[in-house]
């Protein structure tokens, strides 16, 4: 029944304020205040194996970057505009020591130091007085971890226990995968709808235990009970599906500040701690990509997780299969580039993206008042930390 108020109708869209959202939260580029919240933590930026003597563009926090690995098996990541001209060192030649830009043969190794410039003089007698802008990196667990933050505030990188302590037969595999339910690599939307996502169990038995069909398994498929905490890390979300047979099915996923998503495994290949860690990287405001690191007993393990829509992939799927059986791509690409946050209406069941918000904005605040966010351990013999995410069978 159409709404109507003195003859004329009420609720029409035409009567919606603009919409808006929270630049705070959602803006990544270097002075933004999540930018600079970011910044003070370590992100991967790649698979190893992505570094080469062939430059690599890489993307990060809004920064376009050039990842590359010299003769000597370094590791290094520039800017990618050349300090000399500006173009860009992707058409840049690898070598011994380092990467020479194509324009005019600059050479800079994986600190930024420039080491030749053979257009001037003497080969460069100013060379020592130029830098190309640079970042730290580190690798482990396949991936190149870089701090693109303040150098008076890096923290050693972090390690995890999950992908410290191995099982029988398991060994770390690293993949840049896309979404778990699949999708392109890099997903066209802000990272903060898909962060907010891990924290969201009740979409699980809608979006993937009815609505496309049983994606994962049966167990995931019901109703859960839920409850949300705030952890030392971030939120935590402890569910629970009780069983036919009287035990209960007791699953933890965490959020971990800044962008980890410490999901157990959807399919419950087994009831045990969780087997990965995903990370969310902000390539910019409008994009993310999402890297993995887990236990695995056979190569490709990870990618074997990924769920099928009425029996085929994401990406053999056509447009109307798309539009008729939806997962996380469609549910969180259809928010827009950057959701409204001033269009949305919160329930009981979205307690969990409230605490993450409220963290955050409880964090650029600690850091505005020039304290370290939530998660940063400066000590450089920490211990790996700890999560209590795992898939979990108890008796009542």
Not at 239 to 266: C, H, M, W
Not at 307 to 335: C, I, L, R
Not at 360 to 385: K, S, T, V, W, Y
Request: glycine share 10%.
């Amino acid at each position: 029944m159409t709404a109507v108020k003195n003859g004329h109708d009420i609720g029409t869209a035409y009567a919606m304020k603009p919409s808006t959202y929270r630049r705070e939260l959602t803006e990544v580029g270097r002075g933004t205040p999540m930018g600079e919240l970011l910044r003070r933590y370590w992100h991967p930026i790649g698979l190893s194996s992505d570094a080469d003597d062939v430059p690599r563009k890489v993307r990060a926090l809004g920064e376009d970057l050039i990842l590359f690995r010299d003769k000597h098996g370094r590791a290094g990541l520039l800017h990618a505009r050349c300090c000399h001209r500006g173009t860009t060192l992707y058409y840049g030649k690898v070598e011994e020591d380092g990467i020479r830009c194509c324009y005019h043969g600059w050479k800079f190794d994986t600190e930024g130091n420039c080491l030749e410039q053979p257009c001037e003089p003497d080969g460069g007698a100013f060379k020592d007085k130029v830098r190309q802008p640079w970042y730290p990196i580190e690798e482990r667990y396949g991936l190149i971890f870089a701090y693109m933050g303040p150098s008076e505030k890096k923290p050693p990188l972090p390690r995890y226990e999950a992908l410290e302590t191995m099982d029988d037969g398991e060994f770390v595999e690293a993949d840049d995968t896309s979404l778990g339910g699949g999708g392109p690599t890099i997903i066209p939307c802000n990272w903060l709808q898909h962060f907010e996502n891990v924290v969201d169990p009740f979409h699980v038995p809608v979006l993937h235990g009815s609505f496309s069909g049983a994606q994962f398994t049966n167990m995931m498929a019901s109703m859960p009970e839920v409850r949300f905490e705030t952890t030392a890390r971030g939120v935590a979300v402890r569910s629970i599906r009780r069983q036919d047979d009287g035990k209960v099915f007791y699953r933890v996923t965490e959020a971990a500040f800044p962008t980890l998503r410490v999901v157990p495994n959807p399919r419950v290949a087994q009831f045990a701690r969780v087997e990965s860690i995903g990370w969310v990287l902000p390539i910019d405001d409008t994009s993310f990509r999402i890297y993995v690191a887990g236990r695995v007993k056979r190569s490709g393990d990870i990618g074997r997780m990924r769920s099928k829509f009425n029996g085929k992939f994401w990406w053999d799927m056509t447009e109307q299969e798309h539009q008729q059986y939806p997962g996380d791509y469609e549910a969180q690409v259809g928010q827009g580039p950057i959701t409204m946050h001033s269009e949305e209406h919160f329930g009981q069941s979205d307690r969990g993206i409230l605490m993450v918000r409220r963290m955050m904005r409880e964090q650029l605040g600690a850091l505005a008042a020039g304290r370290d966010p939530i998660g940063i351990n400066f000590a450089p013999d920490a211990p790996p930390i700890e999560f209590e995410a795992g898939n979990y069978i108890r008796d009542n």
